[in-house]
């Protein structure tokens, strides 16, 4: 097995972050060929299906130490690490997977992958369709979270991993987690489901309903076939920026932005951004339109939209869908956090209690809103670093 | 002074909503005629402006008993009554304003004026230019608040009412009403804002922000110049769905829609609206650009976001502002709403008190989010019926 680190060594060298993993590879896993596809919870069919992942650290001898780090909605398999010596900035939570770090790849073997439907390297709906050599468009099958979580299952059996230590993710990966935990019971040692729900609210609906109505609304949409022309750059970074909104706190757009004016000292007078918390929304879009495929942002928010960890595995109860877990739980939830608020992690630590199983929990203080999960934060280190500790001990 | 209140009599047998003020005519007074233009508040001229407005009631013969009504983001002159029989509904706020009713229009006189830029039969960016002979479009100048307030003023003057008993609103009429207080003190006997704040935090600039972009970003807008043609439609529909959000709260959507599908039993596995609270949202989006200019919605939000009463009133001091008002105050605010949050009208309220004003103030107890000014609510009819009748009795 080789370990997705390359040439750290020299590589540390000219980091700017601190210790990380180094120089890390995208890989590649494809399955599912016809006529052997993927049968998704729609009934729908699909192959063949291609999972990019990377992997950090090593798998010990007795295959006892890999954890499975679950992305969210716009994120990646670069979860640590550099592609090269060039890059600017590292994966999206270096700050918690690396040598030392909470989710220590010196003790642990870590794979991250890309979600089934996003636009990372996995197959979602800008991959070419075989069946009209085109992209899918919105010829993809609608996926679900479950969906997701069984594609990785079969990358975790190429990778001949038979059981993790831990699943661990925020927000959309936190559903992940939770959804790993009650579909393979008897591979989950332990889930730390960050930020998330077991389900989305009317509100949580609602921003991204508005968001898909901000895509679906611009004209080079083209019902979801515009990947041979213009793409719906307008449609999706206004989706983005309502996204952006959701993420962050009140007190934190107070304390970041406040009033403050954005290059000028008087107001414009015209529709320009006078406002710097205007600026940074729309900067925000513009970058994300450069990465992200506008029908991923479809497919993955309604994923979201229709997890519901009761209605799917207990019959519409919540302590009977955990009562088939047999992992031990961390729930973190984070005090400024207003699209998952705690008091929906609650829900889940008081279901895991009530069906008898093991869970901690802990309402983090941090002002940062619902992106809190992947910023620096201590005292999410140190949990997420001792819980482990604790469930390796007791293996 | 005629009262607009036409045919009462017959009208009471076919109404449905209780006592009314019956039916009502909508009236026009324009004024600034070139070259006697209104100057506003960003240094612009604008002229011939037009007022839309009504009345209800009759102005006593000493003039003491008029109210002033001010509306807010989509709000229009029609407060209350029915223009036809076969009108279905009523003003917008007819719970309150009428015979008996909180704002009692058998004591009061009450006027209700539609905002400059505004598109309810005030002049904005969709009126004719007179340059041009052709919309203005973006070629209208940028209106303040303030520049709002002007313009009822001169249309009182032209009614011949010198005092205001009261100038109440709530939202973005809340900010009339903070601003009448202080730019005309000697004319404003009371004010009752409901559900505002003295200048738009980061999350309220972002939400109206998100929601320009939405209609900037429609191919349809044309930098504004649409009226000739097809309209921005989707993005305006986008935009308000933004907004609507905004004026519910979690609870009212989760008590309201949860998670319920909308005339089906399960998942579409499709992009079509699956909850209610999707459709719901669509269908608010669609109903909207029937009766809303574009435009008006990009010139009204930024006078909101511009809006920042201590900077403009107070050299900075909230306190200061206040310090030249001579209104006593009825402050409102209410539980659920987290676009103008109780914080908000508690600074409005501690400046008042610091600067020797006389305010009282309520937290209304209601779940319906920032909405619940607009929605029957007794302690909110009885709290505001108690402050005027002491008001008129203390003159």
Redesign the interface.
Known sequence: MTNGILAMSEYIEHDREGITVGLVEKRFFTFAEPPNEMKLD?G?KLGPVTIAYETYGELNSDRTNAILVCHALSGDSHAAGYYTEKDVKPGWWDIMVGPGKGIDTDKYFVICSNILGSCMGTTGPSSTNPLTGRPYG?DF??VTIGDMVEAQKVLLDHLRVKKLLCVVGGSIGGMQVLEWSVRYPDMVESAIPLATTP?????A???N??A???I????NWHAGHYYSRERPD??L??AR??GH?TY?S?ES??E????RLQDKCD?S???D???Q??SY??YQ?RKFVERFDANSF?YIT?AA??Y?LAKDHGNGSLVKAFSKTKAKFLVVSFTSD?LY?THQSKTIVEAIKRSWGDVSFCEVEAKWGHDAFLLPNPRLTSLIRGFLENVSNTL
């Open positions: 729609s729908a919105l099958p609608l389900r989305h609210s009317a509100l609906i609602a921003f309903e508005v898909r109505q901000a679906m609304a611009d004209p307008h449609g970074a206004v920026m309502i909104i962050l009140e757009m107070r970041k932005f406040g009033r107001f007078y015209d529709f951004a006078d406002f918390v205007e929304l729309r879009g479809l309604k939209d229709y519901d207003w608020p």
